[in-house]
């Protein structure tokens, strides 16, 4: 049997950038993590686009991605264990309001956790 790629389920390109949008804008909204991207709501599409761009080439394989590496990107913020979570969590609410099924939302936070080590206490 034939596998889906996670990309195509999530809807690809459209579906990814949709996704970005509402984690986004979940962590601006978002007491923990939110003064954290208070410099990069300024540029709120820019932000977006750079999440869709960083999540379209790890789902889908094409480099699209021109940003920096994951740990370079955090290196020196000193992000916690809880902040990591709450990143989780509003990426969680984002999938639940969009509609997104339980296997796709497991496999998007497992993609996430094993990203740990290059964000948090950086």
Same mark, same amino acid.
């Given at each position: 049997?034939?596998? &889906?790629?996670?990309?195509?389920?999530?809807? %690809?390109?459209?579906? $990814?950038? /949709?996704?970005?949008?509402?984690?986004?804008?979940?962590?601006?909204?978002?007491?923990? &993590?939110?003064?954290?991207?208070?410099?990069?709501?300024?540029? /709120?599409?820019?932000?977006?686009?750079?999440?869709?761009?960083?999540?379209?080439?790890?789902?889908?394989?094409?480099?699209?991605?021109?940003?920096?590496?994951?740990?370079? $990107?955090?290196?020196?913020?000193?992000?916690? %264990?809880?902040?990591?979570?709450?990143?989780?969590?509003?990426? &969680? +609410? +984002?999938?639940?309001?969009?509609? &997104?099924?339980?296997?796709?939302? +497991?496999?998007?936070?497992?993609?996430?956790?094993?990203?740990?080590?290059?964000? $948090?206490?950086?």
């Amino acid at each position: 049997m034939e596998t &889906i790629p996670l990309f195509e389920r999530l809807g %690809e390109r459209d579906g $990814v950038r /949709r996704l970005a949008e509402r984690v986004v804008d979940n962590h601006l909204a978002n007491p923990l &993590i939110g003064t954290r991207y208070a410099n990069a709501s300024k540029d /709120r599409d820019g932000l977006v686009a750079g999440v869709t761009e960083f999540f379209c080439t790890g789902l889908s394989g094409v480099p699209t991605y021109e940003g920096l590496p994951v740990a370079d $990107v955090h290196r020196g913020m000193n992000i916690d %264990e809880a902040e990591f979570v709450a990143v989780l969590d509003d990426t &969680i +609410a +984002a999938m639940v309001s969009l509609g &997104i099924g339980d296997a796709e939302q +497991a496999e998007v936070l497992q993609i996430l956790y094993s990203q740990k080590g290059d964000v $948090v206490r950086l």
